[in-house]
């Protein structure tokens, strides 16, 4: 800035035109130190702002980040828990699996010891059924003319169940041709062998008695045969004593005899 001094002006004039300037001067520069410092400040406030918004940014971004990796870890653990859950399902389902089979193997293996048990059962029912026509049967047959009665010792040492006449023999004297009276033909075989008792119906350990369903006309004819076996057994009985007594009857007879004719001859 120039200044133009001129011959009018006074001394103190310009003295006081020079300290207004300088006056002027340094309220310009306060101005300007002012409005330096007001940018400052509006630059500090800014920069502020800036470092807040960015450290708000910042966070935000790590928030999310951190939302993210919560949120990946949720589902992994969800889809670990479905994967478990899915195989837990499908090892129960391969468990439930093995145990039907092991329960249908087990109801088919009590089916099959079932039915064998009741087929051994029918089995065995048949043949008490078997044994029991045939005891019927025998304790049915007559006393008369159509048994044979077993004189020999050892046949009259064994029990009346053992024993069994046979029905196609005949006992009548001199009759070599074994048949029976009229009216049995049908019951002629010289070829069938004679009926073999089972044990009897009390000792089957296969038929209950509550399951053995017994007529009682058969019942009664099956006493009457053990009462006809009585009988027999004790006309056995008579018949060996009265042969005893013959013998010894007749051995007293011949010593009888001889002692006459020791007697005669002397």
Same mark, same amino acid.
Not at 4 to 15: C, D, L, N, Y
Not at 227 to 253: L, S
């Given at each position: ?32 130190? =002012? %409005?330096? +410092? !007001?940018?400052? &400040?509006? #630059?500090?406030? /800014?920069? $502020? *702002? @800036? =470092? %807040?918004? +960015? !450290?708000?940014? &910042?966070? #935000?971004?790590? /928030?999310? $980040? *951190? @939302? ?11 889809? /670990?828990? $479905? *994967? ?38 029918r089995r065995d029912h048949a043949a ?139």
């Amino acid at each position: 800035m120039s200044f133009t001094i001129t011959t009018t002006e006074t001394v103190q004039e310009r003295w006081v035109r020079l300290v207004c300037e300088q006056v002027e001067r340094a309220r310009l520069r306060q101005l300007e130190i =002012a %409005a330096q +410092e !007001a940018t400052f &400040e509006e #630059e500090m406030v /800014r920069l $502020e *702002e @800036e =470092a %807040a918004c +960015e !450290a708000e940014h &910042e966070a #935000e971004e790590k /928030r999310i $980040e *951190e @939302e993210r990796k919560l949120k990946e870890e949720k589902q992994a653990a969800k889809k /670990r828990e $479905e *994967e478990q859950l899915v195989e837990e399902s499908i090892a129960k389902a391969k468990a439930d699996a093995l145990r039907k089979l092991a329960e249908e193997e087990k109801e088919r293996n009590q089916q099959r010891a079932q039915a064998l048990q009741e087929l051994q059962e029918r089995r065995d029912h048949a043949a008490c059924a078997a044994s029991r026509r045939t005891s019927d049967q025998a304790s049915r047959e007559p006393l008369g003319s159509k048994q044979k009665i077993f004189k020999s010792a050892s046949m009259r040492k064994r029990p009346a169940s053992v024993v069994t006449p046979n029905p196609n023999e005949d006992s009548t004297p001199g009759d070599d041709n074994n048949d029976n009276d009229e009216g049995d033909d049908e019951d002629d075989d010289d070829d069938d062998p004679p009926p073999i008792p089972l044990r009897n119906r009390e000792a089957c350990l296969h038929c209950p008695e509550d399951d053995v369903v017994v007529d009682e006309e058969q019942e009664e004819e099956r006493e009457e045969g053990k009462g006809a076996e009585e009988e027999k057994e004790e006309d056995e009985e008579e018949e060996d004593e009265e042969e005893n007594d013959n013998e010894e009857d007749e051995e007293e007879r011949k010593r009888r005899r001889v002692r006459k004719g020791k007697c005669h001859a002397m």
